[in-house]
């Protein structure tokens, strides 16, 4: 396994799509070790989740992992999870404004507007199916991977540019007031 390097936004790469995977290439020997240098890279930069386009590799998976994270202490756990070839469908129009950072934008954050409930249909890495609903916080880190697959970034729906701030300012300024509605959140989803 090894740590990879995280492309940052001006990357062209972060702006191109990615390209669905075949069962085949999924389940090959190159792809399972990409896999594993994937999370490695996550849980190094203690991300919540990471794309494979944002370490070079334009291909469509993503893996997400929350487990009391220091870059979002309010965030619930999100067990590991690798998903190959997603599907987002919104089952609520009600949306939340998230408060979102990411590996590929250093040291900003800002409120994004999220669904509160969505679906995601994938295959795990061994290529089985997954269909599952989730809500809340964890429905937002959802939505912010597959962005990065369809070769979008949070800024680029960042409504009130006012909330743009730097991570200092952030928990200066805003991490009071944001937590108090994250934990509303939790408190109506579970997640
Ligand atoms: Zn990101």
Known sequence: MALRKIATIGNPILRQPTRVLT???LLSPKTQSFI????ETM???????IAANQVYEPVRLCALHVKDNPRYPYKPN???TILVNPTIELVSSETFLNYEG??????????VPRSVKIRVKA???TGAEVDFETAGLTAGTYQHEVDHLDGKLFVDRVVDTRSLCTWQDFERYRMVEFTERAK?????FGS
């Open 43 to 49: 849980l190094d930069a203690n991300g919540a989740g």
């Open 123 to 125: 295959w795990d890495r």
């Open 23 to 25: 069962k085949e290439e």
């Open 78 to 80: 999100i067990p590991l």
């Open 102 to 111: 990411c590996l590929s934008v250093p040291n900003l954050r800002g409120e």
């Open 36 to 39: 594993d240098d994937l999370v």
């Open 184 to 188: 509303a959140l939790v408190a109506r």
